[in-house]
């Protein structure tokens, strides 16, 4: 079955199993391998995506449910100027180890501050609680969200 939607902002097409989940089609179909698959249960948060600008899970959703909408992955949000914020302040905040969670972390703290661009604390760790980080712990990560709501006044 061709599904049409737009990825990254470029309409794409892609004959596939229309049951076939929206992650296994980036990464194996299209070769967008930013998006990891990690529990392939929606658990973990590592193939978190933006589909019509909200966060979801990739590996639970059939690509027949994306046809017409828009999908963007980290390959797609970090050539945008909030992208490469929250990317900046991964860095500087030293939230960054293995980086096979942080594809699905850059995408879960942009849609947070998209929707709140000075978030408490509170409402950074509630953010991030759908994406499991095994390597730096979540302080890093909180500490980035903070960072990227500050230098990126203005964006949000």
């Not at 929250?86 to 180890?97: D, M, T």
């Not at 501050?113 to 499991?132: K, M």
């Amino acid at each position: 079955m061709k599904i049409e939607f737009y990825l990254n902002s470029h309409l794409v097409v892609v004959d596939v199993d229309p049951m076939q989940s929206l992650l296994h089609t980036l990464r194996g179909t299209m070769s967008h391998t930013a998006t990891k698959e990690g529990c392939g249960e929606g658990e973990c948060g590592a193939c978190s995506v933006l589909f019509n600008d909200r966060l979801v899970n990739a590996c639970m959703m059939p690509i027949s449910q994306v046809q017409g909408g828009d999908v963007m992955t980290l390959e797609g949000l970090r050539q945008t100027e909030k992208g490469q914020c929250v990317i900046n302040a991964l860095l500087e905040a030293k939230g960054v180890q293995c980086g096979f969670c942080t594809p699905g972390m850059v995408l879960a703290l942009y849609a947070l501050l998209e929707a709140d661009p000075n978030p408490t604390e509170l409402a950074i760790r509630t953010a991030i609680s759908g994406n499991l980080c095994r390597c730096t712990g979540y302080g890093m990560i909180v500490e980035a969200a903070k960072i990227a709501a500050e230098k990126g006044e203005g964006l949000w």
